[in-house]
């Protein structure tokens, strides 16, 4: 009998017929709209019309919206935390760098030894910007914070973690059953307990172990922490690119007469991590927004220097803005790597 | 037990442990032999200076601290707490304080990622897009920055006086949250005690029941169940024993009655709630998407209603691809409700960060740390296999 009737609006639009093409989707859109219509307008008037852009904390207070002239008054120090102000120009350049060399990692026909050493390069010239030496006056690293600790730490944790994932997940799949052992304990143990557990052995307990006298660096243990973080995470997303990479590879290989490390390094270990990619890209989202619990032990990365912004006694008590323009900063950061990431496994399906 | 004797390969025999013991040291065995002994030199080597400096700060290593008396107060536990009780004391406080937190995020984030998942597969584009956003939303944003959030959130709350009321008894202000409970004179306990041996005794009945006469109906089992709570608690009312409703109400400045939650355990609990509902939508939204089409047409095709058919057919399916997946996100909430430290909820790690700074002993309180947690992610993972084992795979025993 339906089909006798011509084709009616419904039949010809398939969005128009999924949201109001039956008793129950109608019920549910309706229900979408009305959440819609009560949530969208006061978050715009919040955000957009009742909001203060320019002005001071007085007139923040008498608006009842957002007070977007307290970010603009704290930008420099939500982005640098209390870096001096002086050697400012210093830590842009850190974060260019670490931006732009994240820019051409994203190509995959850059992908090779050169990148990695420029890699390592750039990680220690942003060091040196950041912390000085030569013809730059030191800054200490407690005074480093901002968007340059954030970068540096999550990018410098997964550069010393790379290696050390390596070693530990080849040992996983060792042959010899102490090393297995060895490998399966440790990266067992770091990720069965919460990070900040590990931050907190690194930053109270491992002072106490070093000799008398001697100290090592906040930042450093802080990036040490986080590095067997990530390599234990990274260890067992190789372990799986080893199990994936076919066995006949490596006999191959080996009856082309390539010794045993030669195989590894230019056969199976290539292979592996090119089908590792995607996750790999996603722990390094995770990573990146791991960073954050360094506040935990006082360090001001670009969370807790927004934090820190709203105590300002001229800007007190504008939390909710410092952590939406955090929030905005890490969702763009981590929202393109994602699309990145999703981008990526389709290219290299591709033959 | 006996499968695996019967699987196994004819003309096999399993190797002595000789042979076992030479392919586990395998090629090398001085090789691993040296391995084992750096890291033995580089612990003992650590481990002399850890107690070379405790004793420069006057301490002794060990656990005899945990029985010294604690001078710190906490916001909340369980068990009853004061200062001056021992230190062993204020670390269970922690560690009851780290599961209730966690345990109820679990609840709330299954109930709450289930549903997401599921409506984010809806035809309807509003829906799914809606729930879409919501996980991107979730996803690309750090989890202490949604803690943070939650956190002012409550605070910003108006006061006790003007508290919101999203559903009749439930109280939310910036004193927390506030829930209904049933009041049973405290009597509670005993109350419980006698609710799980009569279930424990229904399920015994019904078992044997089967054994006699095939499986039980599902009316039986539903009404066996009722009447195993139902019972203890008639029994006790006809003792005497009066049951109400303990509605919380304001009273002078503050609320009470009922069941309260702090606002920082709140916060907690929601945030870690529902970030993990994130994680768990798309899990629960790829299981889903994994069972085969045919499955759908199949069961529609017996005449099943749409959620009969996501009931007995995709769900039990796809809940084996499911579980596992959901084990982990159950056991990164677990972690991560460590991150309560930062804002101000006294968990075990901010428990024992606490008495590390007090006494100094923090070789022992990593120690406690690490323990509790690794002990804490095993137990949950054996509870997440056994329910594996039990009901997903049950098709799969022979």
Known sequence: MSALRPPSLLDRSPVLKATVGSRGNLALSTVVLILAALAFPPMVRWLLTDATFFGNAESCKAASGACWAFIGEKLKFIVLGFYPQDEAPRAYAAIALLIGLVGLSATPRLWGRKLAAAWIASLLAAIWLLGGGGPLSPVPTEKWGGLPVTLLLSFGSFILAFPLAILLALARRSKLGGVRLYAVVLIETVRGVPFIAILYAATLLFPLMLPAGAAIDKFARAAAALSIFVAAYLAEIVRAGLQAVPRGQSEAAASLGLTSWQTLRLVVLPQALRGVIAPIVNLAVGIFQDTTLVAIIGMFDLLNAARAAATDPNWIGFYAEAYVFAAAVYFVFCFTAARYSLWLEGYLKTP | ?398
């Not at chain 2, 677990?334 to 006294?346: H, Q």
């Open chain 2, 1 to 398: 037990m006996n499968a695996s004797a019967e699987t196994e390969e004819p003309g096999r025999t399993r190797p002595g442990i000789l042979t076992f013991v030479r392919l586990w040291l395998g090629g090398w065995p001085l090789a691993q032999i040296a391995l084992y002994l750096g890291t033995l030199l580089a612990v003992f080597w650590l481990g002399r200076n850890l107690v070379a400096n405790m004793a420069r700060l006057g301490l002794t290593p060990g656990f005899a601290f945990l029985e010294h008396a604690a001078n710190y107060e906490i916001g909340e536990g369980f068990i009853a707490y004061a200062a001056g009780d021992s230190y062993a004391r204020a670390a269970l406080v922690g560690l009851l304080n780290t599961i209730a937190v966690s345990a109820l995020g679990c609840l709330l984030a299954t109930v709450l990622g289930v549903t997401l998942g599921i409506a984010r597969l809806s035809a309807n584009p509003l829906v799914s897009r809606l729930v879409q956003a919501y996980v991107e939303l979730l996803r690309n944003t750090p989890l202490l920055l949604q803690l943070f959030a939650w956190n002012t959130v409550i605070h910003l709350l108006p006061g006790p006086r003007q508290a919101l009321s999203p559903l009749p008894g439930v109280l939310l202000s910036s004193r927390g949250l506030f829930l209904p409970a049933i009041d049973t004179g405290g009597h509670g306990a005993t109350l419980a005690v006698a609710i799980v041996g009569a279930v424990l005794a229904m399920r015994l009945i019904l078992k044997l029941r089967r054994h006699l006469a095939g499986p039980s109906p599902r009316r039986a089992v539903v009404l066996a169940y009722l009447a195993a709570v139902l019972l203890p608690v008639a029994i006790a009312s006809g003792f005497g024993v009066a049951f109400t409703f303990d509605v919380p109400s304001l009273k002078g400045f503050n609320i009470r009655g009922g069941i309260s939650m702090t606002p920082e355990f709140a916060a907690l609990m929601l945030g870690l709630a529902v970030n993990a509902s994130a994680s768990i939508a798309e899990t629960v939204r790829g299981g889903i998407l994994a069972i085969p089409g045919g499955q759908w047409e199949a069961a529609r095709s017996l005449g099943l209603r749409p959620f009969s058919v996501m009931r007995l057919v995709v769900l039990p399916q796809a809940l084996r691809i499911i579980l596992p997946v959901m084990t982990s996100s159950y056991l990164s909430l677990t972690k991560n409700s460590s991150l309560a430290v930062a804002i101000g909820f006294p968990d075990l790690v901010s428990i024992l960060n606490t008495t590390a700074n007090v006494t100094g002993q923090a070789l022992e309180v990593i120690v406690l740390m690490l323990g509790a947690y690794l002990t804490l992610s095993l137990a949950t993972s054996m509870v997440m296999n056994a329910y594996n084992r039990r009901h997903v795979l049950r098709g799969d025993r022979r």
